[in-house]
């Protein structure tokens, strides 16, 4: 047996020893608990994975959003120092098109994910969940995508119909032929 | 001098010269030094700068510049004072028009920090893998540093750079806002498959959802033929540690992806059947087509060159030769030849690559150029070994319209006039 095998063979028997650590035989990561696990998960998926506990509507958002939101987005969410949230649609293949909440973004899930993640700018996650579906609501309300006092929750945020849900085209791995420069 | 380079051969309209040039036969010639007169009455440090007439300064704990440089060195960052609160971008870009070579220093790669930089503790960042594994798993700094590392030269790019140039009109700016939002680096690290396997995946696993530990927990959903592939957990650039700006203490880096996808800070790998949609891959970093559509999961960097010099921000003061050199790049391999035009376009002649060529990184090249005095309009077009060929603007606007805002890769235009002055032109 060449050295180098030989090692790799000590090693191989060395961490049949230890296989109470995590993972492959010769690594050094260590097992993640729940705890670790809930404290980074916090993407949300368009059908609703890992959504939390609680609700909101837009009636109940209005005061949220006015206190957390307004500064940066303006009253009726028309945009001042960050971006417009409402309004738009129908621009996307016009001269002048204009990507809000409304008119681009395709899953409210991701709304209320981006929000909950990283809003208010300058105190990310410091507002409840409930909170956070009601400042959702608002917004999705102010583009006319539900009602004042739709209930937004764990099951029925999945289900609302954003405008441009069909508006995306996978772009991996290859551009699509109609939209490549050498075709 | 080169003065007399009237019969130098041509290889391509308006003065374009060989390639090869440089190194035969353009040998400057030597300046003649003149020995100040120094009489006997006088001390030998009579006209010697002052800077030779005492010992100079001590060396410094971490090196820096020259103050001289680094007052007229530097990044161009945005927002402007006052707007860092808000939700816009923070970002800095690097100068090409003032750098030369391949390799980016540190204090000069550009940086795009949606939410801001934040100061972790590398003693309490840890990285934790989980989702579609065997066993989640987690590492921190000190565990990483027990595995077998790879060292790779690439270039990173925001897919945002050159988004200017879908505008209308050319742009006064300087090569840092047109093409500043790209760098080339060494990149130290663990390959991510280690990591990976050592979860190990689950039958099924496709994606993984990988997130920063700044406050905006910025995330992107990476394919696993990347993560499985070339992609790295990165801790050393040029040699030294993560700057806080570029991820400190580490970060993803996926080679030839658009930047944003090599997430800074990562602290979690969601292992996963399918994307998570995340803000940064549906409301940014998609690319509105002129049909209302728009292109999503773009993740390559296509094949792309600029003339770094001359460039805008220098005036050719005479008639004469000068050396025309750029950088040419491409996320999907090395670049396999770079053409100059100094007419527009009309006419096309290769131009030298500064070897060694490396895969994903940047690539320099030069070819000379013998400036009459006249108007010339200087191009750069780039070749890869994927068989892309960078397309002028035109072809690329009339495949994707104006309002793309990411991935623009057209050839970039220099509009010399008859003063020496040089332009950005739509050419």
Redo the contacts between chains.
């Keep these: 047996m060449s050295t180098p095998k030989l090692l790799r063979f000590c090693v191989f028997l060395l961490a049949g020893i230890g296989m109470t650590t995590a993972g492959a035989d010769n690594g050094f990561g260590t097992p993640a608990t729940e705890e670790d696990i809930e404290r980074v998960y916090l993407s949300i998926f368009p059908d609703g994975e890992n959504l939390p506990d609680g609700s909101g509507t837009a009636d109940e958002g209005k005061a949220v959003y006015e206190m957390y939101c307004t500064v940066c987005h303006g009253a009726d969410g028309e945009g001042t120092l960050a971006d417009k949230l409402v309004g738009g649609r129908g621009t996307l293949d016009s001269d002048s098109p204009d990507k809000t909440v409304g008119s681009y973004w395709p899953y409210a899930t991701t709304v209320f994910n981006y929000i909950r993640r990283s809003m208010p700018y300058t105190a990310p996650m410091s507002l409840t969940n409930e909170e956070y579906y009601a400042i959702t609501a608002f917004v999705l309300h102010k583009n006319d995508i539900i009602s004042a006092d739709k209930v937004l929750d764990r099951n029925s945020l999945p289900d609302v119909s954003m405008p441009n849900r069909d508006g995306f085209v996978n772009a991996y791995p290859d551009i699509p032929p109609e939209y490549d420069y050498m075709h | 001098m080169a003065n007399d380079a009237q019969d130098l051969p041509r290889v391509a309209g308006n003065g374009l010269l060989d390639r090869r040039l440089f190194m035969r036969t353009l040998a400057l010639g030597a300046v003649g030094t003149a020995t100040a007169g120094v009489s006997l009455a006088d001390p030998v440090s009579k006209g010697q700068p002052e800077w030779m007439l005492a010992p100079g300064a001590t060396t410094e704990d971490y090196g820096t510049p020259s103050h001289y440089e680094m007052a007229r060195t530097r990044r161009w960052t945005v927002p402007p004072a006052g707007?860092t609160?808000?939700?816009?971008s923070i970002v800095a870009f690097t100068p090409h028009h003032q750098l030369h070579g391949t390799l980016t220093p540190n204090g000069l790669h550009f940086e795009v920090n949606h939410?801001g930089i934040p100061d972790i503790d590398p003693d309490q960042h840890?990285l934790?893998?989980?989702g579609m594994v065997?066993?989640?798993?987690?590492?921190n700094v000190a565990?990483?540093a027990?595995?077998p590392t790879e060292t790779h030269n690439y270039f990173l790019e925001c897919s945002g750079n050159s988004g200017r140039l879908w505008a209308d009109k050319p742009t006064p700016a300087n090569l840092d806002i047109t093409h500043g939002l790209l760098s080339g680096s060494e990149w130290t690290g663990v390959p991510l498959a280690t990591?990976l396997?050592?979860?190990?995946l689950q039958p099924g696993a496709k994606w993984i959802?990988a997130?920063g530990a700044d406050?905006?927990?910025?995330?992107r959903s990476v394919?696993m033929?990347k993560a499985m592939g070339d992609a790295m957990i990165a801790l050393y650039q040029n040699g030294e540690r993560l700057r806080p700006g570029q991820g400190y203490p580490m970060r993803l880096f996926n080679p030839g992806f658009e930047g944003n996808t090599s997430i800074k800070w990562v602290?979690?790998i969601?292992v996963?059947d399918?994307p998570?949609?995340?803000?940064f891959e549906?409301?940014t970093y998609?690319?509105?087509?002129?049909?209302?559509?728009?292109?999503?999961?773009?993740?390559?960097m296509d094949v792309k060159s600029v003339i770094t010099r001359p460039s805008n921000s220098t005036v050719l003061p005479k008639k004469g030769v000068y050396e025309v050199t750029g950088i040419a790049w491409s996320g999907n391999g090395r670049i396999t030849r770079v053409e100059v035009s100094a007419d527009g376009g009309v006419t096309w002649a290769d131009a030298a690559l500064q070897g060694p060529v490396l895969p994903i990184m940047l690539t320099r090249f030069r070819i000379p150029w013998q400036w009459d005095g006249g108007p010339a309009v200087l191009q750069s077009r780039a070749y890869d070994e994927a068989g892309?060929?960078q397309?002028s603007r035109a072809?690329?606007i009339?495949?994707?319209g104006t309002?793309g805002n990411y991935h623009f890769n057209g050839i970039h235009s220099w509009g010399v006039g008859e003063d020496g002055g040089i332009a950005h032109v739509y050419a």
């Design positions: 707007q609160a808000t939700g816009r939410h840890e934790i893998i989980h065997r066993q989640p798993i987690k590492f565990a990483l027990n595995y990591l396997d050592e979860a190990g959802i997130e406050s905006g927990s910025v995330s394919p033929d602290r979690s969601r996963t399918r998570a949609m995340t803000r549906t409301r998609t690319d509105l087509m002129p049909d209302g559509k728009a292109l999503q999961f773009s993740l390559g892309r060929i397309p072809d690329l009339a495949a994707r309002h």
